[in-house]
């Protein structure tokens, strides 16, 4: 008992494999009870037992064992993965279970077998059992035959295959052991039960006496019916149908089944390969001159012809050798056997002789002129066997020749062979268009002389008649004699079917099928009949005829559908012709005499009455009481319908129209009115209802007879506008009824429109070609390729017009139950336009006659030149006739030869002439597919690309003609890949595999696929890598259309080392199958019975569900076994529930902590890889599937297809709002796979992926999440690689994102991830990460320079000598940016440059410090929390933010701005009729006050158009007056609108202003914000709002703070109409005017107003003048109506600009325009325009000078003249802007005189300046006549130049020579790196000494940068000497003083008694706080404690040290610099 209590103990698992048999035993039976009892089959409690299973068979133990079977059995009853374990588990029980010496063991086996066999596993079961039959054991070799052969009779031969068990079963019955052979003989009995004949032939191995004894069985077994009787699980719906049929019903339905087919026996039959014993003379004796050599060699053939099946390959030379002794050979003898030969190979080669089929059958119907008894017979005999191999189809055109032939015994021996090929045939081969060709040939012949043609003729068509039935037939049989036709039904009853034809049964469902309409819901079978009418085009309602009239509808041949193959098939109308005497008697008898007469009267006011009562008087009528044809001839009399009175002719044509719409009216009737309604079309008054009335006549009479009679009549009149007008009624015709019109006829028409002299004509004929061009497709031009190319260009643009727009679905023509077109339509109803098959409305042209042998010999030959010439003659043939008929007699097998030639350029050709014949033979193409594919698939393996290319644009051309399954057929893909080269398998498998993936599963031939799975896996091991992939590519396309259990049936003929390779590519392409939801749209529609049962048994409770399905097994009737418990009544719903997941997309969890914990510990792969190798996403999906994803969004997100990728993120993009938690909760997961989908190819779906990620890190920033590190690290480096994409699509939201993630993750952990993309090699992508790092040290400061500052710009600095010029410039930006907030240290912190890079940058910065910001505060850094589980609240990681600052930012950028608070600002936005816009954006914005987006406003005047633009949401623009008379309250904002390169200062208003400034303000905000709108009438409406405020003086003032606000916007508005809406063709240019004009009209109000013009600041007046200038030269401008009104209204506007702007600000940014426009390289024109403002303003200088900052000017100046200095005009085309810049310095000189030189106090060293140069020069010149009236000033200020710069000039000569070598000497010193700091000390003290000294000479040669540090060095030396002074005498020192640098706060102890260590302390403190890095440090620290341990005698004074250092601070890194420059 203890040893029980303990295992009892156990695990359930452990107990089943405990060594005690008791513990088994007791496991195995609590696992009987608890399998059942889990109610999900994919619970993973089933994967623990799922490697159990094979030791609970093979248990040692019997009594255990046989509980161990029940165990099993309800394993595999309920377990979703029993599947895997069946392989496994059925070679277990062949070896321990099924010769168990316990009977019962042996049936539970049996049983676990076939529950494995029901759950789709039989194929592996089988297999298993087989390889029982070669144990060693008999006993165990019986019990495999036994259980093979009980699960043949269950299941039937479908599940358990036959082929390979008659193989086993000669050796079964010869076995030594007697149980074994009778429980062979009991299988091959049961085999004979399923297959009967086919299995016979192969018993002939066997021994007689054996056959004798089973054919004694079988003769028992009689005629009994085979029923499948237990079921596999796919097939639940079939035992529910057979279970509810009766016994009566069961009978008739299994015939029809497919669970007892007929096999046939040649698949059983092993091919021989007769190719191979072929003698190798035979093809010389064959065509040997000789008569007895050919008959040898025939006769050589065959008895190998005679093998019943033959194996497949190269037969063309043989087939062709045949063909020639038939057709050609003069020996009837030596025909007579090639016939027999052919004959043989024929049934020997079955469908693989198909591409050899045609030819011959052409020339055995020729060679029926032989009149030797024997040929005939043979011949008979091939022509038959070569019909098994085609079709009555393809044939139709060779039989129809061979009937038309002059010889009447080939017509009888045709004949003849068509009653028998009849025999093979069903009602459905036999489409209207065929059946008509045969019938009508067959009836001419019936007519022949020739009594044996009549009789074969009559033979034909009597097999036909029993085939297709009378009905049909008699349709196209027309009147044949009584005699004839008598024959034909006596043939009709001896002809014996050869197939089964199921027309008579499909008879009794008929009536069946009429009486359920009235119930609710009929069955989906009674339904489908007339769904078929209503695709083809029938209304709903004209279903309600029944099935028994769909049918004659579909079958009638009266009806004209189909685009016109039908609708040419017209009866003769069978109603008689009236008089117009009889006619008016008629109609006496329904209408009074008095509207009979006056009618015709020739008062045009009693006709008016006549046919008004006319027309009364029939709608009184009913139908049947109508004579129409009576009443038409009365109502069409003189006048009739050419009546002159409009009225009357209007009351006629109403009245006609009646009389269509609701009598019996016939083309009788049509033909009496239709000729004077054609003449008025045209007609301007009641045109139009003669084209009404004409509708309804087409619909009565059909369109068929209609528009060919209104053409015709038509074009017979001389008004072109009848033409015009019965062209257009056409089209609307075509449109109305669908194409059921012949082509032919209707182009010919179509052409004359086209030929017309009227324009009107010719448009409407193009326009009637568009129309058809919806029907026919590309094949309608074919017919117009001749006509002028002016003409031809007109059809093409109405062809492109109508390209992607599918026909229209008819409306008219539909319903006509009611015509009595002829008296026999009762038959003959049409179903309405069908599909139009517009192949068989091309005219063909027959060019066999061209094909001659001569030429085929001449494709042949061996010169390479004939070849070609060759080729040549077949490409001019083909070309000529443009389409062809299939009859092309060997071209494809000579093509075949030449694709692959030797002469390449011959290949290529041939290749070209083959696409050249596809498309010219259209769907003819598929007879000769097998002949001509080969050698596109040879040309696929060519060496050449080219070659290859083209081959495969042959094959696909190819395959648009014929389809897919035609082209993959008859193996010869299979053998393409057997023998085929790598280039053949890399390119064959790649283009199969695009072809499979979304090609129908019923368009592929699986047996081809079938073919070329084993070398599909052979190819996945290839050595050539293309080869490999090619095969990786294809393994899914093809399982999508064989199945996994399909493929994986394969695998046994890999060899053992490469399975595990095939398999493992199977297993990864099994998940991304398609096909499990294929089947939910058959389920739907086939009714709701069953899916309803599945809804019932689902909603059922889980308990009940076992013990309701067990007392339904227990009810099933006998022989039918019920599924197992869990499966009762879910056989569908099962899958359902597999594929539908209601479950949310994102599920909340906590498991993002476990996730990073793991990945830190590396328990799982760090997410960091190259390329994404697959152990990654495994785990991904791993990591996914735990965290609770939705099943389906997985299938999608790891789907091969990209289309899935995007429907993933669009549903994740859907999910984010409303599952932010469930998103930031598994934002680590989405990241990843987004990083993997950055690998992607497809860009569409990485454009999607990142605008997604912009959006879900926006919600997560506003959510106040923090990123990661996990997240962080697992996603920016892969971003980081999209910086370098080539599609600015990618690389910009690339950037957006990384800003972004900024606000959730600290900047100084983003940058290390940006400094690692400039390891790339991808030049575009260290750009964008250095323009990044640029960015974030503008917006962050130097914290984001990581490790350190001078590790990290070392880095950046490296990057200046890039080769691309976009990293230099992206480099130099970002060192820019430090330069900024550090200053000089930037030059210590880049290190050691070269001159080059050190030149361009001090270059860079000397430029970018002119405009330099002002420096604010960086934003605090967002602090990375540590990971904390997200609870239930799903907030993972959520910090709480507290109220933060606004982020300071330079101020030339949009700064934030806070405001009123969100209701206030409501209420005002409210009480003026506006939506608040700002409530919709992130709360951090919710309250600001109303303010520009620049960044809007910019990407309007970048982005297109037509793209869609994000609309302010404001219902209507306030009236500025009563916003100026308002006053709101609300609060002061903050900060004003501010713009990029300027600072918008607020200026104060008047006291006396009568309303509140800060409301004022505010509205005025809300207006001008308009102007900037893409709206145009907002933007008018502002403007004008505008205008009313400038023209009061008293409320313009109030618009004095918001001109640069106002002018900005309006520069932004004439941008945005110059660059997109001028350039866009869809605006109208009238809105751009209006916009122009409103503007300017603006502008020049503000101008002329001295107190608001003078408001607007430089750059906004530099910025607005650019723009107008641009406008001035736009072209397009200058060519609208009203253009150059506006070009002068703009001219006056700069004028005025120049005239009342403050003069200072629009001189400056003129300069700057000037400066700018020479350096950008800009045009000439914009450059002169520039130059003549300049000029506008040099007139009005010398009145404006009061008004002039003459420093600010100066600058300007002297920054052009540094850009571009006087040297480098030499090389420039014109130097006009530097003469107007030396105009502007004379006439300052000429205006300020000498004082001018008193204002350089905004210029750095104006000494020795460009400037100063010409200024000095300017003013030395005397007074010249035209010097303008001051010359004395001038000579003033030259003499007062002269004496103030003459000692600055000789100075250097008056210095003594020895004063001037210690100069030199000492400028010596300052260039050297060693002697810097002395040479400084000795320049000062040589100033000291000699104050007249002017040390410029020296310094002119060197660089701006080396004079400043000069003058910096003399500058600390005199604070050094000035401070030294102040300390005292006891702490001087001898040689230096206290440092004014920044380590000044040092205070030097005396040297007697110091603390060493505190000096070092305070040291690095103080250095690490300047900006030394920790190396530079050390050192020192280390200099000055060598030099404390060298003694007192020799210490080193540490406070010169540290001096030392503070002067050379900032400075120390460029030493090397300045040691190269000279004096």
Not at 381 to 401: K, L, R, Y
Not at 522 to 532: L, V
Request: glycine share 6%; net charge neutral; with cysteine.
């Amino acid at each position: 008992m203890e040893e029980d209590t303990e295992y009892l103990k156990l695990p359930l698992e452990d107990r089943c494999i405990h060594k005690l048999w008791k513990a088994r035993l007791s496991g195995y039976e609590e696992c009987t009870k608890h399998f059942p009892k889990i109610v999900d089959e994919r619970s993973p409690e089933f994967n623990k037992f799922a490697p159990l299973m094979k030791k609970f068979v093979t248990d040692s133990n019997a009594v255990a064992q046989e509980k161990a079977l029940e165990a099993v059995l309800a394993y595999v009853e309920n377990a979703h993965v029993a599947g895997r374990t069946a392989g496994d588990v059925t070679n277990g029980i062949v070896q321990k279970c099924l010769a168990a010496p316990k009977r019962g063991t042996q049936e539970k086996a049996l049983e676990v077998i076939l529950m494995y066999c029901e759950i789709e596993k039989y194929e592996v079961v089988q297999e298993e059992l087989m390889k029982g039959f070669t144990q060693k054991n008999p006993k165990v070799v019986a019990a495999s035959v036994r259980a093979v052969t009980t699960a043949l009779r269950e299941f039937g031969p479908k599940v358990m295959n036959p082929k390979p068990l008659i193989k086993q079963m000669h050796t079964l019955l010869e076995d030594r052991d007697k149980n074994v052979r009778e429980e062979s003989k009991k299988m091959v009995i049961e085999m004979y039960r399923w297959i009967r004949q086919a299995l016979k032939p192969q018993m002939s191995s066997l021994k007689p006496v054996q056959i004798q004894e089973l054919e004694a069985e079988f003769d028992k077994l009689g005629n009994e019916k085979v029923v499948q009787t237990r079921f596999l699980r796919s097939q639940q719906d079939l035992k529910a149908k057979m279970e509810a049929q009766g016994d009566e019903e069961e009978e008739e339905d299994e015939e029809v089944e497919p669970d007892a087919p007929e096999l046939d026996p040649f698949e059983f039959m092993e091919p021989v390969d007769i190719l191979s014993k072929l003698p190798k003379d035979f093809y010389e004796k064959a065509e040997a001159t000789k008569w007895k050599d050919r008959k040898e060699a025939v006769d050589l053939l065959l008895p190998l012809t005679q093998n019943p099946k033959l194996e497949s390959g190269d037969y063309h030379d043989l087939m062709k050798v045949l063909k020639k002794i038939i057709g050609k050979d003069s020996n009837v003898m030596i025909v007579a056997v090639a016939a027999q030969c052919l004959t043989g190979l024929a049934k020997g080669l079955k469908k693989k002789f198909s591409p050899f089929a045609l030819s011959f059958t052409e020339t055995i119907l020729e060679k029926f002129k032989e009149k030797k008894v024997n040929v005939v017979s043979a011949l008979r005999d091939a022509i038959d066997a070569v019909f098994q191999a085609t079709n009555i189809e393809a044939i139709q055109e060779t039989v129809s020749g061979a009937l038309a032939n002059k010889n009447p015994q080939v017509k009888a021996e045709t004949a003849a062979f068509l009653s028998r090929a009849f025999c093979y045939c069903t009602p459905t081969v036999f489409n209207k268009k065929l059946l008509k060709v045969y019938i009508t040939d067959l009836v001419k012949t019936l007519n022949e002389s020739d009594p044996t043609v009549r009789d074969n003729s009559a033979m034909a068509l009597g097999v036909m008649l029993k085939v297709v039935g009378e009905k049909q037939l008699m349709v196209f049989i027309g009147e044949v004699e009584n005699l004839k036709m008598q024959k034909i039904k006596e043939a009709a009853d001896k002809a014996e079917l050869k197939v089964k034809i199921s027309a008579p049964k499909a008879k009794k469902p008929a009536p069946k099928k009429e009486a359920p309409p009235p119930a609710a819901e009929p069955p989906p079978s009674t339904t489908a009949p007339p769904k078929k009418v209503i695709k083809a085009g029938v209304k709903p309602g004209a279903s309600s005829a029944g099935p028994a009239k769909g049918k004659k509808r579909l079958k009638g041949g009266g009806g004209g559908g189909g685009g016109g193959a039908g609708g040419g098939v017209l009866e003769e109308c069978t109603e008689a012709e009236l008089s117009i005497e009889d006619a008016v008697e008629k109609a006496s008898e329904v209408l009074p005499e008095d509207v009979v007469s006056g009618v015709t009267d020739a008062n045009w006011k009693t006709r008016l009455a006549a046919v008004e009562s006319f027309g009364n008087t029939i709608q009184t009528l009913d139908r049947s009481e109508i004579p129409c044809q009576a009443l038409v001839r009365v109502l069409a009399q003189k006048p009739g319908f050419k009546d002159n009175n409009f009225q009357v002719l209007k009351l006629r044509l109403e009245a006609l129209k009646n009389l269509a719409e609701n009598s019996d009216f016939t083309r009788r009737s049509g033909e009496v009115c239709i000729q004077d309604l054609v003449e008025k079309l045209g007609d301007p008054k009641n045109g139009s209802l003669c084209g009404e009335v004409l509708m309804t006549i087409a619909e009565a009479a059909k369109l068929q007879w209609v528009g060919p009679e209104v053409m015709t009549r038509a074009f017979e009149q001389k008004s072109p506008k009848i033409q015009e007008m019965a062209l257009k009624w056409l089209s609307d015709a075509i449109t109305d009824f669908g194409f059921v019109l012949q082509p032919k006829a209707l182009i010919g028409d179509i052409k004359k429109a086209l030929a017309h002299t009227n324009p009107g004509v010719r448009t409407a004929g193009i326009s009637l070609c568009g129309t058809i061009y919806l029907y026919m497709g590309a094949t309608l031009r074919v017919f117009f390729e001749d006509e002028k190319p002016a003409l031809l260009q007109q059809i093409d643009s109405e062809f492109e017009k109508m390209n992607g727009t599918s026909p229209p679905a008819p409306t008219r023509g539909l319903n006509r139950g009611s015509s009595t077109e002829n008296d026999d339509d009762a038959d003959d109803v049409d179903s309405g336009p069908a599909v139009i098959n517009v192949q068989d409305l091309v005219p063909r042209t027959n060019i066999s006659d061209q094909l001659t042998s001569t030429l085929f010999t001449e494709l042949a030959d061996k010169n390479w030149k004939v070849r070609n010439e060759a080729l040549q003659k077949v490409s001019n043939i083909i070309s000529e006739a443009k389409f062809i008929k299939g009859d092309i007699s060997e071209l494809p097998t000579a093509l075949c030869a030449r694709m692959m030639d030797t002469n390449k350029n011959l290949a290529l050709e041939a290749l070209r002439l083959t696409a050249s014949l596809s498309a010219a033979l259209g769907p003819n193409c598929k007879p000769h597919t097998r002949n001509i594919v080969p050698g596109m698939l040879a040309a696929l393996g060519d060496s050449k690309q080219n070659i290859r290319q083209q081959a495969l644009s042959t094959l696909n051309s190819w395959v648009e003609q014929t389809g897919l399954k035609e082209t993959v057929d008859g193996e010869v893909f299979a053998d393409a890949l057997k023998s085929g080269s790598p280039f053949l398998k890399s390119e064959l498998f790649l283009w199969m595999a695009e072809k499979l993936k979304d090609a129908p599963p019923k368009s592929v031939n699986k047996e081809e696929l079938h073919a070329c799975t084993q070398y599909l896996f052979m190819a996945l091991e290839d050595r050539n890598a293309d080869v490999r992939k090619g095969a990786n590519e294809a393994v899914l396309p093809f399982m999508i259309h064989l199945g996994y259990d399909g493929m994986v049936k394969h695998t046994n003929k890999v060899k053992p080392s490469s399975k595990n390779t095939v398999m493992q590519a199977l297993e990864k392409a099994k998940p991304n199958l398609p096909a499990k939801p294929q089947p939910k749209p058959k389920a739907a529609a086939g009714g709701g019975t069953g899916r309803g049962a599945a809804a019932a048994a689902a909603e059922r409770p889980q308990a009940s569900a076992p013990a309701a399905g067990r007392g339904a097994a227990a009810g099933v009737k006998k022989g039918l076994r019920a599924p197992s418990a869990t499966r009762t009544g879910s056989g569908s719903s099962r899958k359902d529930q597999e594929e539908v997941d209601t479950s949310p997309l994102l599920q909340v969890n906590n498991l993002k902590q476990q996730r990073a914990s793991d990945e830190q510990r590396l328990r799982v792969l760090r997410w960091d890889f190259t390329t994404p190798r697959q152990e990654f996403i495994t785990q991904l999906k791993d990591q996914m599937t735990a965290a609770g994803l939705n099943r389906q969004l997985m299938s999608n997100m790891f789907h091969q297809d990209f289309k899935f990728h995007i429907k993933a993120i669009d549903a994740l993009n859907e999910d984010l709002n409303s599952n932010l938690p469930a998103c930031i909760a598994n934002l680590d997961l989405v990241l990843k796979w987004l990083t993997i989908r950055f690998f992607d190819t497809n860009p569409s779906v990485i454009m999607k992926a990142m605008d997604y990620l912009q959006q879900v890190f926006q919600c997560v920033s506003e959510e106040g999440y923090h990123l990661l590190d996990l997240e962080a690290y697992s996603f920016l480096p892969f971003l980081v690689t999209k910086f370098g994409d080539p599609k600015d699509a990618i690389r910009g939201p690339a950037r957006n994102i990384a800003k972004l993630i900024c606000n959730i993750y600290p900047a100084s952990k983003v940058s290390p991830y940006m400094m690692d993309g400039l390891k790339a090699k991808n030049a575009r992508q260290r750009a964008e990460c250095l323009e990044a790092m640029g960015n974030l040290i503008e917006v962050y400061g130097m914290s984001v320079c990581q490790p350190s500052p001078g590790v990290a710009l070392k880095e950046i600095a490296k990057q200046i000598a890039d080769r691309d010029n976009s990293v230099r410039n992206a480099a130099l930006n970002a060192l820019v940016q430090v330069y900024f907030r550090e200053g000089e240290k930037v030059f210590k912190l880049v290190g050691n440059l070269s001159d080059k890079d050190m030149s361009l940058l001090e270059e860079r910065i000397k430029r970018a410090a002119k405009n330099r910001p002002v420096i604010k505060k960086p934003p605090v850094e967002p602090e990375v929390p540590t990971v904390r589980g997200g609870g239930a609240s799903g907030r993972a990681n959520r910090v709480i933010p507290t109220p933060a600052q606004p982020a300071p930012v330079i101020t030339r950028e949009r700064e934030g701005a806070d405001g009123a608070t969100g209701g206030e600002q409501s209420s005002l936005l409210k009480r003026f009729g506006m939506r608040n816009q700002q409530q919709q954006q992130s709360s951090a914005n919710a309250n600001a006050p109303f303010k520009i987006d620049y960044g809007l406003i910019e990407k309007l005047l970048e982005d297109n158009d037509t793209t869609e633009r994000p609309q302010y949401k404001i219902e209507e623009i306030p009236d500025m007056n009563s916003l100026l008379n308002y006053k709101p309250v609300c609060p002061t904002p903050a900060s004003r609108l501010t713009r990029p390169g300027f600072t918008a200062t607020s200026r104060p208003v008047s006291s006396g202003a009568q309303i509140d400034t800060e409301g004022a303000a505010q509205a005025i905000n809300l207006v001008i914000s308009q102007v900037a709108t893409p709206d145009a009438n907002t933007v008018i409406t502002a403007l004008s709002q505008l205008d009313e405020v400038l023209q009061s003086e008293e409320r313009s003032t109030q618009l004095a703070p918001h001109i640069d606000q106002l002018l900005i916007l309006a520069t932004l508005q004439y941008r945005l109409v110059l660059n997109t809406k001028m350039a866009n063709p869809n605006v109208n240019k009238e809105e751009c005017i209006k916009i122009y004009r409103s503007l300017t009209n603006c502008l020049m109000m503000i101008f002329n107003n001295k107190q608001l013009g003078t408001q607007a600041t430089r750059d906004v007046l530099r910025d607005v003048v650019h723009v107008l200038i641009n406008i001035l030269l736009d072209p397009r401008l200058a060519q609208l109506e009203d253009g150059p009104q506006i070009i002068r209204a703009i001219n006056v506007l700069v004028v005025r600009i120049v005239e009342k702007a403050q003069f200072t600000h629009v001189f400056s940014a003129l300069l700057k325009l000037l400066h700018e426009s020479v350096g950008s390289g800009g045009g000439c024109k914009f450059t002169e325009l520039v130059m003549k403002c300049n000029w506008k303003v040099i007139r009005i200088l010398p009145t404006r000078s009061n008004d002039l900052d003459l420093d600010q000017i100066l600058l300007d100046v002297h920054n052009f003249l540094v850009a571009y200095p006087v040297n480098t005009w030499a090389e420039r085309p014109s130097d006009t802007p530097l003469r107007t810049i030396k105009t502007v310095i004379h006439t300052l000189c000429k205006v300020y005189g000498t004082n001018i030189l008193s204002h350089f106090s905004k210029i750095e060293n104006a000494q020795g300046s460009e400037l100063h140069k010409y200024l000095t020069k300017t003013l030395k010149k005397p007074k010249t006549e035209d010097d303008g009236g001051v010359g004395d000033s001038n000579r003033l200020a030259a003499a007062q130049v002269t004496s103030d710069s003459a000692e600055s000039v000789k100075s250097p000569k008056r210095l003594s020579k020895t004063a001037h070598n210690t100069l030199s000497e000492i400028f010596r010193k300052i260039g050297s790196k060693e002697n810097t700091k002395e040479g400084l000390i000795q320049l000062y003290e040589f100033k000291q000494k000699h104050p007249e000294a002017d040390i410029e000479p020296f310094l002119r040669k060197s660089s701006q940068f080396f004079q400043n540090y000069i003058e910096r060095g003399l500058k600390r030396v005199e604070m050094e000497r000035q401070a030294e002074g102040k300390v005292a005498a006891s702490q001087a020192s001898e040689n230096g003083s206290n440092s004014a640098g920044p380590l000044a706060s040092i205070q030097v102890p005396d040297t007697a008694n110091f603390n060493m260590n505190e000096l070092v302390a305070q040291f690095k403190s103080i250095a690490a706080r300047a900006g030394f890095d920790n190396t530079y440090i050390d050192t020192a620290v280390k200099d000055i404690c060598s030099a404390e341990n060298k003694g007192s005698g020799e210490r080193l004074d540490i406070s010169e040290y540290i001096k030392t250092l503070s002067s050379d601070y900032g400075i120390e890194q460029n030493k090397e610099q300045f040691s190269s420059h000279d004096q």
